[in-house]
């Protein structure tokens, strides 16, 4: 009898573990998608609230998008993208007890307070921070976007003169890069990605048949005059990991997309707000000297890393996969309200 019932626990055993495998990706596939869901409502949210107060923003009626984006009126209450990352070192020693959504969120621009739900928490490291263990870096804690963390170019002086407090990290910026294709790898899979920058907030435009339709002085006139604003937000999963697509149907568990920063090529390098931060790599040494992944938006791209199937027959050399990954989108159009004067009316309304 006592035998039957140690045969009966190992078989058991066995069987669970066959099943948990299966459970768990049900679980965190519902978990990632339910976020995801919730993330697609939210920045559809904020491209109705930013592309509806811009368009009630007072701003010339030759201005285009971008340059209304750096208007001081719309930074202050529409969108500006130095609210993207906030410094939470910086936070703490003002108020020590502080609340980040009470706190912090409502002195945010509209838009930026529909997005501050989606921030995720990140550490980078900076060589003007001393620490004890090495006089030669340190770590900055942040609360920001996700996507890739730039160092902000130093370019010509901000002249909009807006004060912002001083956990506000404007020396970085936020920026998404989309993949394009990815490169043949080892076994076939796809290991280097081709990348597009593209900014948080843009304009929906074409420079072929409608170049920028929030400008009056466009020559559509059935596509002028109008806000056309786009929110990119990347949705990477900390529980799913990323396979070369081999079609409906065919296995691809040979195939990983391998997480390979060094290997990325950006197919417009002069979209980029900034320069890529080299501090921050896939896999780095912790304060124990273990070497470990930096995560799932980890890397100078954002394009995270993940420990599963790690083994050299899968990915060469072994150093992790990308997560899975798409970038989702929203939009909203809306009509300018723009006063301009004409040669029969001081002032006109053009819907």
């Known amino acids: 009898m006592r035998s039957r019932c140690h045969k009966r626990s190992g078989q058991a055993l066995v069987e669970f573990g066959l099943v948990a495998l299966v459970l768990y990706m049900l679980v965190g596939g519902a978990i990632t998608f339910g976020i995801w869901i919730y993330a697609a409502g939210q920045i559809q949210q904020a491209a109705n609230v930013g592309a509806r107060e811009l368009s009630q923003t ?15 009126v719309v930074r202050k209450r529409v969108y500006d993208d130095r609210w993207l990352v906030i410094d939470l070192d910086e936070l703490e020693e003002e108020n020590p007890d502080y609340n980040f959504f009470q706190d912090v969120v409502p002195r945010m621009p509209l838009l930026n307070q529909q997005l501050a739900v989606l921030y995720i928490r990140d550490d980078v490291i ?11 870096r340190g770590y900055r804690r942040l609360m920001r976007y996700p996507g890739a963390l730039l160092n902000r170019s130093e370019g010509e002086p901000d002249e909009a003169g807006i004060e912002y407090p001083d956990y506000v990290a404007d020396d970085y910026v936020v920026q998404i890069p989309l993949v394009v ?34 400008s009056l002085e466009n020559t559509n006139l059935d596509k002028r005059g109008v806000v056309a604003l786009r929110v990119h937000y990347p949705a990477q999963s900390t529980w799913l990991s990323s396979y070369q697509d081999r079609g409906a149907f065919v296995p691809n568990g040979g195939d990983p997309n391998v997480a390979n920063d060094d290997a990325v090529e950006a197919i417009n390098p002069e979209a980029m707000k900034g320069s890529l931060l080299d501090s921050k790599p896939l896999v780095f040494d912790n304060s124990l000297g273990e070497s470990v992944y930096a995560g799932t938006y980890g890397g100078k791209y954002g394009l995270g890393i993940h420990g599963a199937m790690t083994s050299p027959e899968l990915t060469g050399d072994a150093i992790g996969i990308r997560p899975y990954r798409r970038v ?16 029969n009316s001081e002032e006109t309304l053009i819907p």
């Open 126 to 136: 900076d060589k003007r921070i001393p620490t004890l263990e090495d006089e030669d």
């Open 181 to 214: 294709e990815r490169k043949e790898g080892h076994n076939n899979g796809g290991g280097a990605e081709q990348i597009r920058w593209v900014s948080v907030v843009e304009e929906v435009d074409d420079p072929d048949t409608n170049p920028e339709p929030f």
């Open 328 to 343: 989702l989108v929203s939009h909203a159009i809306f009509r300018r309200e723009v006063f301009t004067s004409n040669q």
């Open 58 to 72: 007072p701003l010339p009626f030759d201005e285009t998008f971008e340059g209304a984006l750096n208007q001081e």
